[in-house]
């Protein structure tokens, strides 16, 4: 069975503050995919990376960076320079390569005064 | 990324009756799912839609309660049957392109009375 735990239920932050959530995952595959994705209080869920479980490279899109820890079963997303339109619930996902079925994790409520 | 759409974006139901959700991506995908979050809470997938054969349901969703159509690679549909305030969620449905990744439409928010 998969699982996504997100330990970190709400977190509050100053603008311009660096925030990290973090992501813990359980699955017996050897291979699979990781997903980020953010929730505007609009409800919509937007996609902002998936990550292969063979590729452990860290990734940077702009303010955003990923850090996949294999060893550790984690995939931490890290928001720099937070800015009040980053406040969302972020959800992070698991599915195998077979039949693309997401796990969700709780999720991680972001909220970023000015 | 397909574009995908769904209808209706809200709706307030009574309790009993039953709703039909469509969905449209604007490109042929090779798979289409539909996740149900209830209030608060965080998505659960309630089945794959398979193109032009049954849909697959995971464990906790049955077919006369959601039933789940796909005519075609394009569009699928969700409904929620004999509805209670219990159903009341937003339901998404999401597809998986050619190169991997899973999106999903902005939701449709349902609420029961």
């Given amino acids: 069975a998969q699982k996504v735990t997100q330990a970190q239920t709400e977190i ?3 603008e311009k503050e660096d925030v990290t959530l973090d992501c813990v995952y359980e699955t017996r595959d050897t291979t699979y995919y990781l997903f980020w994705y953010k929730q505007p209080p609009s409800g919509e869920l937007v996609f902002l990376i998936r990550r292969n479980s063979f590729d452990e490279q860290n990734e940077i899109s702009g303010r955003y960076s990923w850090n996949f820890q294999k060893s550790t079963s ?19 996902a698991l599915s195998d390569l077979n039949d693309y079925k ?13 | 990324s397909a574009v995908i759409s769904q209808k209706p974006s809200r709706d307030i139901c009574q309790r009993g009756t039953s709703l039909t959700i469509q969905c449209q991506v604007d ?4 798979m289409m799912f539909w996740y149900r979050q209830q209030p608060g809470q965080s998505l659960t997938l309630i089945a794959t839609a398979n193109q032009g054969s049954e849909a697959t349901y995971e464990s906790g969703f049955v077919i006369d309660k959601f039933p789940i159509s796909r005519p075609n ?6 409904t929620v049957s004999n509805m209670s305030p219990e159903d009341s969620s937003i339901y998404l449905c999401s597809d998986m392109t050619v190169t991997g990744e899973l999106f999903f439409g902005e939701g449709s928010r349902l609420t029961v009375l």
């Fill in chain 2, 27 to 30: 490109s042929q995908v090779t």
């Fill in chain 2, 73 to 78: 690679l394009t569009f699928s549909t969700l």
């Fill in chain 1, 74 to 92: 984690s995939f931490n997303f890290t928001i720099t320079a937070s800015q009040v339109v980053d406040s969302a619930v972020y959800f992070c």
């Fill in chain 1, 12 to 14: 509050s932050v100053v």
């Fill in chain 1, 102 to 114: 997401l796990s969700f994790g709780a999720g991680t409520t972001v909220t970023v005064r000015a």
